[in-house]
């Protein structure tokens, strides 16, 4: 016999270029274990999200299905832009294939506007108005909430943070085509870039795992470590200027892999150095909590407020 629980039994799902990752979530919180499957091609992905709805509907009455994924979603659910880690993904009609298989409210949203919401809701900067929160990974996203809501704009473009303009001089080249986005220099591309800037001899011998290390280090080349860390600190809080001043956030909340790295005393310092000098005080940079689940979390909880 099904279990039957409370009726706002989430499915939430993330949809990664590596991986998908689904959970149960009621109330915000996870109620299953994150099980993780490798991300398939196109419309097979769909396939893969049925598989874990039959999976949990064995035991649990399911009310709702929240999506995050990679790429801009349109508002009826559509894969409509940047997905070229997903190939085949982009145009899928995931909300509306979805609603006519199962019959149930499903909620599709863009994974850090999705992981934003999620802080909002329940994470470390739960509550702040305007919140803006920045993904620092293999690529740089975001997400803001104003009022409570996610800012998603007039073309599902709201909060792509990662290309905005660092720079007029064409000195990096970023993965949308154009030069010089934020993603270009505070992307673990962009931790590359200062690699190769700083150890132009062995730079192909250096990840960036081995660059924090080695700036943590007593090794005689710690101190060019360091100058590429404080670079890379330099140019994120460059990013966060240029966005403090459009929406004057309450709290600046970090997440990504990359985060983990990031020293937010320096950060803060560096931030109020470059804002207008009365805002200095101003600045509250924190990491996230929910981290890998945040994407997920935040589907849920946005399908959970549609039922
Ligand atoms: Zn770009």
Redesign the pocket.
Known sequence: MKQRKDKKTIMGIDIGGTKIAAALVSSGRLMTPVYSVHTLHGSKILNQVSKFYEKFSKKYLISGIGISTAGMVSDDGRIVGSTGNIPGWQGTKVKETLQKKYRLPIVVENDANAAAYAEYQIGSAKGANPLLMITLGTGVGGGVVVNGKLVRGAHYAGGEI??IKLSYTKQRH???????????YASGNGLLALIKHYFPENYKKITTRDLFRLAKSKNKNAIFAIRAVEDWHFYIALGICNLFQLIDPKKIVLSGGLSSEIDINYLTKETRKLLLPALEKSVHIEKSVLNNDAGLLGAALLASQSL
């Open positions: 990662g290309h970023c993965t949308c085509g154009r030069y010089d986005c934020l993603e270009a």
